[in-house]
């Protein structure tokens, strides 16, 4: 994970770390929207409903724009990635409940061997439900270089878990293999700022 961090990976991992409990994640409840406002954009939550099922429920317009799946609503988290690279996305995401634990991600565009060069990184951070249980995230998607947000379907490149525990770092290939970025794509609203401008994160109610 080389280079220097994009101020709104930092902003999003200095509040998350702010909130934590030690070994514990926050709580979903702790985190607002006006403690990330300067990262907004580029911020969202996960929602793991089962081993197969993790979808969006709140997203940035920078993510948004990102995605490659229209028109938008219910999106599972899948519609990141490209095909090849889901079930990897799928086994490291699920790292993030189970430890739970803390994933850095290293991502570029499917379309870099054509020539149009889009890389990102990608951090994503345990929060725990009401009932004290890790079935929810919130994480930062950043494009690098100065690009544009653009819909892309990501490759992996690079990755590193941290158990929240031990903050060691644990390499991809120990990792069990799950589903849980597997299922089929769904539709998903983009978020839009509704006045000044200003982004914000819009709740995506999903049906489960």
């Known amino acids: 994970m080389a280079g220097s961090p994009h101020p709104s990976l930092q902003i999003v991992r200095a509040y998350w770390e ?3 409990d030690g ?11 006006r403690g990330l406002e ?3 954009s580029h911020t969202f939550t996960l929602r793991r409903i089962d081993a197969r099922t993790t979808r969006f429920h709140a997203v940035g317009q920078a993510v948004a724009a990102m995605i490659v799946v229209r028109p938008l609503a219910d999106t599972p988290v899948a519609a990141l990635f490209a095909a090849e690279a889901r079930p990897r996305a799928a086994d490291l995401a699920e790292a993030v409940f189970a430890g739970p634990a803390i994933l850095e991600m290293d991502l570029v565009a499917q379309e870099a061997a054509r020539g149009h060069r889009l890389a990102a990184r990608l951090h994503l951070l345990p929060l725990r439900d009401p009932a004290g249980r890790t079935t929810e995230a919130m994480g930062c998607l950043v494009p690098l270089d100065g690009a544009d947000p653009r819909p892309t379907a990501f490759a992996i490149a690079g990755s590193r878990v941290m158990p929240l525990q031990t903050g060691a770092a644990v390499p991809a290939g120990t990792l069990r293999a799950v589903t849980g970025f597997a299922e089929p794509p769904a539709p998903f609203a983009a978020a839009k700022a509704r006045t000044g401008g200003r982004p914000h994160l819009r709740l995506v109610h999903t049906r489960d």
């Open 38 to 40: 300067a990262a907004l």
């Open 23 to 33: 070994a514990l994640p926050p709580f979903h409840r702790q985190v607002e929207a």
């Open 18 to 20: 702010a909130l934590r």
